[in-house]
C-alpha cells in the first residue's frame, strides 16, 4: 500500500507541466521530499478521516496540516491537501474512492496502519504559552479574535489556573488494559451477528434502494476502518502512555490523539492508570458502585449508592463469571445488556480480583463520577434556585430530571389525548378521521400525536437527549429531529408501516411517506412537551439562558460579541463573525468541481448564531471551569476527565468527591458569573441591558452534602 502510493507521487511529481497552474506550486514542494514519507502521511490521514466520516474539507484541511503545506491564504492550503488526496485516490483506487460530495470512502476493508494521531510515550511538557511546537494550538479551533485573547491571557497569567489543568491532565500515565482488549479482539473476530454495543458487525444490512445501500456500506467500512486503527494504535501501546491535551474556545478539555479517553465505551474501558493505589475498604465500596453504574441493570445507576453495593454483593458468582469473559463465554449474554458493556467488563474484572486479595488489592482502574445534569445544575447553583434538589444539588435521595420530565409529559398527553378538543373524546378518532371534519385540525393532529405516543410509552430514555441539549441550545428543530430518530426504532412504527402498506395494496413508497408524515408531527408535538415541562419544573435555568440570550442579541445589533473571563482565567468569546466566501475550482477525481471556501472573516457578527449560541456557550464554559478548579484542588495525581465527568482510583473517589463539591461551592460563592457577564457588557455599550434573573433562595452550601450531584 505504502509502496504503491510513494511509486505514484514519484511518478506524478516528475512533471510538473502536467499539474494545472494553481498546483504546480504544491507539486513543486512536494516533489523536493521523500515520497516514502509522504505515502506514510497521506495515507494514515486519508484512513483517519475515513473512519471519523470527515468531509472533503475536512480532509483537504488535515492533509495540509500534517504534510505542513499551509499555503499563503486558506484556498492555497485547502488546494494543497486536494493534490495529496488525488494521488491517493490515483494510486489506490482498490482501497479509496470518493463519494457523490468528494469525501474520502473505503472502497475495501484497509490492512491496518498506525494512526497519524497517536498518544505519546514521553512525558508532554506542560502548557507555557498559547502554541507548541509538538502539540499545536492550546485553542482549537475558535475565531481570530478567541486566540488572540488566549495569547494575551498566557502573556498575562490570567490563563494559568486553566492551563495548569490542562497540563495535570496530561501527565497521567496509563496503560492498555489487555483483558478488555483481548475480549474487544474475540468479540470483533466472532463475526456474525454480535449484539454487544461498539463492535462492528461483519454482516452488512441491506437495503432495496441502492442510494441507500451505498450510504450503509460506506457507513459500515467507516466504522470498521475506525475499529482497525483503534485495535492498531493500542496493541502499539507496549509502554507506558500519555495523551498530550488541549481545549476548544470555550476552555472544554480534550484530547489531542484519535485514542483518548473521551471516546466512546469500547476506547474508554482500554484505559489503566500506569500507577496502582491498594484499594482499601473505600475503594472497595466505590468499586462496587462504579460496577453497578457501567451495567446499568433494571436503572440499578438511579438507586442509593448502598443499593447498588448490594446489587454485587448479591451477585458475586455473576461477577467472577463475567470477569472470565471470553474464555467463560456466558459472560456475553450480561455484556450484550450492560449500559456500557467494556466499562461493566473492566470492573468486573477489577472487583473479582479485589475480592480474591482483599484490601491490599493495587488497583488501577479509574471510577468514574458524572454530574446527573451538568448544565441544569450550573444554572440552579448560579441563580440559586429553589428547584436545585431536582438535579440533585442537596442533601435528598437520588433525583432524576429525566424521569420527572418524562412522567410530566406524560401526563400532558394523557390530557391532550382526552381533552384537547372540547366535543370530541379524541380516543375515538383513529379509526374514522373522517367523521370529524368539525374538529380543529391543530387539536385534531395533537390528539392523534398524544394518542400514538402513549402507545409507545413515554420513557426517560426517550426524553433524556431532549433535556439535555435544549439546556445546550438545540433548536425545536433539531430536537424534533432526536426524536424522530428514536421513535422510529420503536415497533409500533414498523407496525403502522405495514398497516398502511396493507390498506394501500403495493403502493410502499406512499404508505412511507404517510408514516413518516404522523412521526414528523409526533416528534414535533413531543419536543414542544418536552420544552414547556422542563420550563415548568426549573424555571430559573429558563430565565437565566433567557438573559444570556437577550444580552448577546443587544451586543451583537452594535456588532461586538460577547465576551467574559471564567472563574479559572480562560478568555470566553461568544464571537460569530460572517465567513468571507469565495468560489473557486478544484481537480478532483478527475474532475474539475467549484467550491465554496471560507477564506476569512467579514466585520460582522451573525446575528441568530451569536444570539442561539450564548446560553449553551455560556453554560460549557462554566462547566469547563469548574472541572480545572477541581482538578487544581484535588491534589490527585491520576485524573481522568470528560467535561462534567472526573475519574480517579477507587481508594481517592471520597477525596474527589468533596473537591468536586467543595469547588462548585466556591466557584459560585466567588463568582457571580451572570453578574460578571453583565458588567462585562455594560463596559462595552450604552444601550439597555436586560435585567439580572432574580436570586432565588438556595443555600449553595446544601450541595456539600449533595451526595448524588455527581455519582
Given at each position: ?50 473512519g471519523k466520516e470527515a468531509d472533503w474539507y475536512e480532509t483537504t484541511e488535515t492533509l495540509a496540516e500534517e504534510l505542513d503545506l499551509d499555503g499563503p491564504d486558506r484556498i492555497e492550503k ?34 491496518r496502519h498506525p494512526s497519524h494521531l497517536e498518544p505519546c510515550t514521553d512525558l508532554p511538557r506542560p502548557w507555557s504559552g498559547s502554541y507548541d511546537d509538538g502539540y499545536g494550538r492550546f ?573
Amino acid at each position: 500500500m505504502i509502496e504503491r502510493l510513494s511509486a505514484h507521487i514519484s511518478d506524478r511529481l516528475r512533471d510538473l507541466k502536467a499539474f494545472r497552474r494553481p498546483e504546480r506550486r504544491v507539486a513543486k514542494v512536494l516533489r523536493s521530499r521523500n515520497p516514502d514519507d509522504l505515502a506514510k502521511i497521506i495515507i494514515s490521514v486519508v484512513a483517519d478521516c475515513v473512519g471519523k466520516e470527515a468531509d472533503w474539507y475536512e480532509t483537504t484541511e488535515t492533509l495540509a496540516e500534517e504534510l505542513d503545506l499551509d499555503g499563503p491564504d486558506r484556498i492555497e492550503k485547502i488546494r494543497a491537501g486536494n493534490l495529496a488526496l488525488n494521488l491517493c485516490v490515483e494510486a489506490l483506487p482498490d482501497l479509496f474512492t470518493l463519494d457523490d460530495q468528494d469525501a474520502p470512502q473505503a472502497v475495501a476493508e484497509l490492512p491496518r496502519h498506525p494512526s497519524h494521531l497517536e498518544p505519546c510515550t514521553d512525558l508532554p511538557r506542560p502548557w507555557s504559552g498559547s502554541y507548541d511546537d509538538g502539540y499545536g494550538r492550546f485553542v482549537a479551533g475558535g475565531r481570530p479574535e478567541n486566540r488572540a485573547a488566549v495569547a494575551e491571557a498566557f502573556v498575562t497569567g490570567a490563563i494559568a489556573p486553566h492551563a495548569a489543568a490542562v497540563s495535570a491532565l496530561q501527565a497521567v500515565p496509563f496503560a492498555v488494559n489487555t483483558r478488555v482488549l483481548d475480549a474487544v479482539k474475540w468479540l470483533y473476530e466472532l463475526g456474525g451477528d454480535v449484539k454487544v454495543k461498539g463492535i462492528p458487525p461483519k454482516i452488512i444490512p441491506t437495503s432495496t434502494n441502492a442510494w441507500a445501500q451505498g450510504r450503509i456500506n460506506a457507513r459500515h467500512r467507516s466504522l470498521q476502518v475506525r475499529f482497525e486503527r483503534d485495535l492498531e494504535t493500542v496493541e502499539r501501546m507496549v509502554e507506558d502512555f500519555y495523551t498530550p491535551m488541549h481545549c476548544d474556545w470555550r476552555g472544554r478539555i480534550y484530547g489531542i490523539p484519535d485514542f483518548k479517553f473521551e471516546r466512546e465505551d469500547r476506547v474508554r474501558a482500554l484505559f489503566l492508570f500506569a500507577d496502582p493505589k491498594p484499594i482499601g475498604e473505600r475503594g472497595l465500596y466505590w468499586l462496587k458502585v462504579h460496577v453497578a453504574n457501567c451495567g446499568d441493570f433494571d436503572g440499578i445507576s438511579k438507586r442509593t449508592f448502598d443499593e447498588r453495593v448490594q446489587w454485587c454483593d448479591e451477585r458475586p458468582y455473576i461477577i467472577r463469571m463475567i470477569a472470565r469473559f471470553p474464555r467463560d463465554r456466558r459472560g456475553q449474554m450480561w455484556l450484550e445488556k450492560a449500559d456500557h458493556p467494556f466499562a461493566f467488563l473492566a470492573a468486573c474484572i477489577e472487583l473479582a480480583a479485589a475480592w480474591d486479595v482483599g484490601p491490599e488489592y493495587e488497583t488501577r482502574l479509574p471510577i468514574l463520577f458524572d454530574a446527573s445534569s451538568s448544565g441544569l445544575q450550573h444554572y440552579c447553583a448560579m441563580t440559586r434556585s429553589k428547584d436545585a434538589w431536582r438535579v440533585n444539588l442537596g442533601d435528598r435521595s437520588p433525583q432524576d430530571i429525566y424521569q420527572a420530565v418524562a412522567n410530566e409529559v406524560r401526563r400532558r398527553a394523557k390530557h391532550d389525548a382526552m381533552h384537547a378538543t372540547s366535543n370530541r373524546q379524541v380516543r375515538a378518532l383513529s379509526d374514522r378521521e373522517d367523521d370529524f371534519d368539525d374538529i380543529p385540525d391543530e387539536g385534531f393532529a395533537k390528539a392523534k400525536s398524544a394518542e400514538a405516543l402513549l402507545e409507545t410509552r413515554i420513557t426517560r430514555k426517550l426524553v433524556k437527549a431532549n433535556v439535555m441539549t435544549k439546556v445546550y441550545g438545540a433548536s425545536d428543530h433539531g430536537r424534533a429531529d432526536q426524536n424522530f430518530e428514536k421513535l422510529k426504532k420503536q415497533h409500533w412504527v414498523q407496525d403502522r408501516m405495514a398497516a398502511l402498506k396493507k390498506a394501500m395494496g403495493e403502493r410502499e413508497r406512499v404508505a412511507q411517506q404517510l408514516a413518516i408524515g404522523e412521526l414528523g408531527e409526533q416528534s414535533w408535538y413531543l419536543a414542544e412537551l418536552i420544552k414547556q415541562e422542563l420550563q415548568k419544573l426549573v424555571p430559573a435555568a429558563h430565565q437565566a439562558m433567557n438573559f444570556l440570550t437577550e444580552l448577546a442579541e443587544t451586543l451583537q445589533k452594535e456588532n461586538k460579541p460577547l465576551r467574559w473571563t471564567t472563574p479559572s482565567g480562560f478568555p470566553w468569546l461568544n464571537c460569530y463573525r460572517e465567513h468571507d466566501i469565495k468560489r473557486e475550482r478544484f481537480l478532483i477525481g478527475g474532475k474539475v468541481r467549484q467550491k465554496k471556501i471560507a477564506v476569512g472573516y467579514k466585520d460582522n457578527l451573525r446575528r441568530r448564531k451569536t444570539k442561539d449560541s450564548a446560553a449553551p456557550n455560556f453554560i460549557h464554559a462554566c462547566d469547563a471551569s469548574h472541572l480545572a478548579l477541581t482538578i487544581n484542588a484535588t491534589g490527585i495525581s491520576d485524573l481522568v476527565a470528560v467535561h462534567d465527568c472526573l475519574g480517579c482510583h477507587a481508594p481517592m473517589a471520597d477525596h474527589l468527591r468533596e473537591t468536586i463539591l467543595r469547588t462548585l461551592v466556591e466557584m459560585y460563592s466567588k463568582h457571580g458569573v451572570l453578574a460578571e457577564v453583565l458588567a462585562s457588557a455594560q463596559a462595552v455599550t450604552n444601550a439597555k441591558l436586560p435585567p439580572l434573573p432574580p436570586a432565588g433562595p438556595f443555600d449553595l452550601s446544601e450541595t456539600l452534602r449533595a451526595d448524588y450531584a455527581f455519582q
